[in-house]
């Protein structure tokens, strides 16, 4: 995985609630078991008509070319129903590193911070005016410090995050990445017992 210290970057609105895990990649595409190219069809159902590539829906937003960027933002409960690594694939994949909602599913979230994909909790409020900004908005995430800002505005808000994820965040680890980096440590306490 890559390090994510500090994402800024324009973002992507989509502003509906209980977006759930089959409508972010829908299960007629689970039969890869590598994490490639899962992005092309990230809401595939909302982003084209009759399931066709060449005819996208102009009103969905990943399909506007004014709105890009490394960031989702998304309305409360993203993530819910099934509990498939997929979708954080699918995300990382189209090239989200984050996304931001007052709400997530505990799967999702786990499953979004197990591959790099940063999920930040903020309140109703707060996400309420991110949606009120422009197209041309940046948002700055920052990791060790756990804030978002809205560099038009200035509002900042903090987000919680696991103790280990963040680690493993900062350092572009994954589980095993970070089993290796604590290798000498481990042996060191192997030798004592």
């Not at 591959?115 to 309420?128: I, R």
Request: proline share 3%.
């Amino acid at each position: 995985m890559k390090a994510l210290k500090e994402i800024k970057s324009q973002f992507v609105p989509l502003p509906m609630e209980n977006i759930d895990t089959d409508q972010i990649i829908p299960a007629r595409f689970l039969k890869s078991t590598t994490r490639d190219g899962f992005g092309k069809n990230l809401f595939r159902d909302w982003r084209y008509n009759n399931n066709d590539e060449t005819n996208p829906k102009p009103d969905f937003a990943l399909n506007q070319s004014q709105y890009k960027g490394e960031i989702l933002v998304a309305g409360k409960n993203f993530g819910c129903g099934s509990s498939r690594e997929h979708a954080a694939w699918a995300l990382q994949d189209y090239g989200f590193n984050a996304v931001v909602s007052s709400f997530f599913a505990d799967i999702f979230k786990n499953n979004a911070l197990n591959n790099g994909v940063l999920p930040v909790t903020v309140s109703d409020a707060f996400l309420q005016e991110i949606f009120e900004q422009n197209n041309t908005c940046l948002l700055t995430i920052n990791v060790e410090a756990q804030t978002i800002k809205i560099n038009t505005t200035g509002s900042t808000a903090h987000f919680d995050i696991n103790l280990y994820k963040k680690t493993c965040l900062l350092n572009g680890f994954d589980d095993i990445d970070f089993l290796i980096s604590r290798k000498e440590l481990i042996a060191e306490f192997e030798k004592k017992n």
